[in-house]
């Protein structure tokens, strides 16, 4: 985010890359692959949402993109930088300087204030916790009054908020959202979604958001559509009429293919 009274221009360049990216779950004939050789590529300051029936890999795809998970094969980049195959320490260090997330369940620390939770991820980056910008960015979410409460005195939409800021603090290069509004009220999910809206428009952050809901789809510049671990369309400029309508004709298509072959068995 930009200093106060400042507009932070928008990051140039690719955020986030995937090439062949595969997820193999099992081994032998009890192999499933929960991603298939997808590629994409994501430019700084976008807002893309992945959407799929259940069991269409989008879960897997934010884990492996997020380094959440490893991938079977193929390659991941955030901001130009290779995820690779080294320690889980190394990875650890990789999440933490270029990746934010924020949870359907918020994964707030119950026993740390608002402040406590914005600021632990400079501390677990052995960075000194910079209160001012902390207090800056909860100000921008409308938190500026509820800095000494604990997560259990705020609502469901206010903790998503201190989730939004713990994940914007750092900076990082791409934010994921694991169904960030799945678990709010409908007021509360807009005002989730267009927080990650300010966080793209205003501050040149990359979001990139798991979600179910054609409603908060259509918040996205644009919508990638999984199935069966691969990627199927792209929606450009998206409402939520011509997202529920390509869904149902998506889960319809997935449905006939399986029937064809479990009747080819």
Do not use: W
Request: proline share 5%; net charge neutral.
């Amino acid at each position: 985010m930009a200093r106060r009274g400042q507009v932070e221009p928008a990051l140039s360049g690719e955020a986030l890359r995937l090439e062949g990216v595969r997820k193999v779950y099992g081994s032998g004939d009890n192999q499933v692959a929960a991603l298939d050789g997808v590629s994409l590529s994501l430019p700084a300051g976008s807002f893309t949402a992945v959407m799929g029936p259940s069991g269409s890999g989008k879960s897997t795809l934010l884990q492996c993109a997020a380094g959440l998970d490893r991938p079977t094969g193929g390659r991941v980049y955030v901001a130009g930088a290779e995820l690779d195959g080294g320690s889980e320490a190394a990875l650890t260090r990789f999440r933490r300087e270029r990746i934010g997330f924020v949870f359907q369940h918020f994964n707030l620390l119950p026993t740390l204030t608002v402040m406590q939770n914005v600021t632990l991820p400079m501390k677990l980056a052995g960075r000194r916790p910079d209160r001012a910008r902390a207090r800056e960015i909860l100000a921008r979410v409308g938190l500026a009054d509820r800095l000494g409460h604990l997560p259990s005195e705020l609502s469901g939409g206010q903790q998503q908020r201190v989730a939004i800021a713990r994940a914007l603090v750092t900076e990082p290069a791409v934010v994921f959202g694991d169904e960030p509004t799945g678990a709010l009220d409908t007021r509360s999910a807009r005002e989730v979604l267009a927080l990650l809206q300010e966080a793209v428009r205003l501050y040149g952050r990359t979001v990139v958001m798991v979600t179910h809901d054609p409603v908060a789809a259509s918040c996205a510049d644009s919508v990638l559509f999984l199935a069966d671990g691969r990627l199927v369309g792209h929606l450009p400029e998206p409402t939520a009429e011509a997202v529920a309508e390509r869904m149902t004709h998506l889960a319809d298509e997935v449905e006939r293919q399986r029937d064809r072959a479990g009747a080819g068995r």
